[in-house]
């Protein structure tokens, strides 16, 4: 029997969990030519840059209103206003979003009373700038990146006339994934639309002379055109999804809040969603890509089942890759979020009642609190983010690195988790670290014995 366990220490010992500003930045990504602003101090802007540009390896631009002692006191409006018109006047942006932050949201800082004063002084700028409320003190990452899609969702949009489009709201995921969702996509001939595609923007090529902007991301009037597709899918239950729901209220274009397709189960419920709305048959490329990640498993399952795991990261990731490793016959034991989610503690209990599991649930937990457990209880592997490979290298276990960020290794953000391939990529990562695991072993009896 699975068990939930609710952490009781106040604060995080070595968190899961970036800021929430980095969330509407990497969103902000996904959208041609837009930039972000942090209305915070300098600090706000210079970790979301250095964490996002270890993990995808490209220049990332964001602009701050430089917040300091006597701002703080008095308030950043005038800050702010200077920042907008900086930014517009130096780099032509198509569109600019203010994040808040722990310090402006403090102070008490209203960013959208700013923008419309902003607005009002310089009635010439005509371009979208969104307020999204990102203080890290509320939720993690996840929580800005939700937040900006919701905000994009109500400005943006306009009602005229069906385009037979599909939106996609992938998550939080690598420029890999969104790749392999649209190669999905095109193999059903779908026309899909993904908010947002940061695909090209955060993994793009070198070209000279370079660009203004990278190339790639949606474009304003893709953005503009979503309110008239034949539905939304969302690929983001824990703490998203909403913006899926906003289109559903406000537009009437259905929702579809779907797990992540990290797996077969999950896989298949994406493509079985896509071909409702569409009426788009199952292609033979699909088909076939499906029984070779099936011919994965069962090559491996004789290394794999058995096998203990940890994982941890984000929540709609962690649930993906734990009905992944039951799907190859392993045992997750310990499962864990940085997220405050009602909803992850209940499917995943859900998860184990299917498979008659028993592992530990921890939900709002850090990695201090997955050490601990392994400490006192091993696994054979673990699985999530670069931020556990000091656990990995003290408990001698091997690191299978997924999610953010990955910062230690190179080209993670290039590959895909998601899907069939992503599959047959995680089983034969997982395998081999299995494989090399158990090598090390018998290599170290041997020189015992000697």
């Known amino acids: ?51 996002m540009a270890r993990h995808f390896r490209e220049p990332v631009e964001v602009a701050t209103s430089s917040l300091t002692e006597s701002t703080t006191i008095y308030g950043g409006r005038e800050n702010l206003l200077a920042a907008i018109k900086n930014v517009y006047e130096r780099f032509n942006p198509t569109m600019i979003t203010v994040c808040s932050t722990c310090l402006s949201e403090t102070i008490g800082d209203d960013i959208p009373a700013f923008i419309d004063e902003f607005k009002g002084l310089n009635p010439e700028i005509d371009i979208p700038i969104l307020a999204v409320k990102s203080p890290s003190y509320v939720g993690t990452h996840i929580t800005g990146f939700d937040n900006f899609l919701k905000e994009l969702a109500l400005a943006l949009p306009r009602k005229t006339r069906p385009n037979k489009r599909v939106n996609i709201i992938p998550g939080w995921v690598n420029p890999g ?63 998203g999804g909403e913006a899926a729901r906003v289109y559903k209220r406000r537009y009437g274009v259905p929702a579809h809040v779907l797990p992540m397709p990290i797996g077969m189960a999950n896989t298949d419920r994406f493509i079985k969603t896509l071909s409702e709305i569409t009426g788009k048959p199952v292609s033979a490329e699909l088909q076939s890509a499906r ?37 190859m016959g392993m045992e997750p034991k310990y499962v864990a979020t940085a997220t405050d989610s009602k909803t992850w503690p209940t499917d995943l209990m859900a998860l184990s009642e299917e498979f008659g599991l028993e592992m530990e649930i921890m939900p709002k937990t850090d990695l201090y609190a997955i050490h601990k457990k392994m400490k006192a209880n091993p696994v054979d592997l673990l699985i999530g983010h670069s931020k556990g490979k000091y656990i990995a290298d003290e408990e001698k ?22 899907g069939y391939k992503g599959g047959v990529y995680l089983v034969d990562k997982i395998t081999n670290a299995l494989l090399a695991k158990k090598g090390a072993l018998i290599s170290n009896t041997l020189l015992e014995i000697k």
């Open 397 to 418: 276990v091997p690191l299978i690195r997924a999610g953010f960020p990955v910062e230690d290794r190179y080209g993670y953000h290039r590959r895909s988790v998601v």
């Open 291 to 327: 029984a070779r990640m099936l011919d994965a498993i069962v090559d491996t399952h004789m290394i794999t089942t058995g096998a203990k795991v940890a994982i941890y990261g984000d929540p709609d990731l962690v649930e993906g890759l734990v009905r992944l490793v039951v799907e």
């Open 177 to 239: 994934d969104i790749r392999e969702i649209k190669e999905i996509l095109s193999e059903m001939q779908i026309d899909g639309l993904v908010l947002t595609d940061y695909s090209d923007t955060l993994d793009g090529g070198l070209y000279s002379p370079r660009p203004h902007f990278p190339k790639g991301g949606i474009s304003l009037d893709e953005i503009k055109d979503s309110a008239n597709a034949l539905g939304t899918i969302a690929l983001q239950k824990h703490v």
């Open 1 to 51: 029997m699975s068990t939930v366990v609710k952490q009781e220490r106040a604060v995080s010992i070595n968190p899961l969990r970036a800021c929430a500003p980095i969330g509407a930045m990497l969103a902000t990504f996904g959208v041609h030519g837009a930039l972000t602003i942090n209305h915070g101090s300098q600090g706000c802007a210079t970790y979301p840059r250095h964490q």
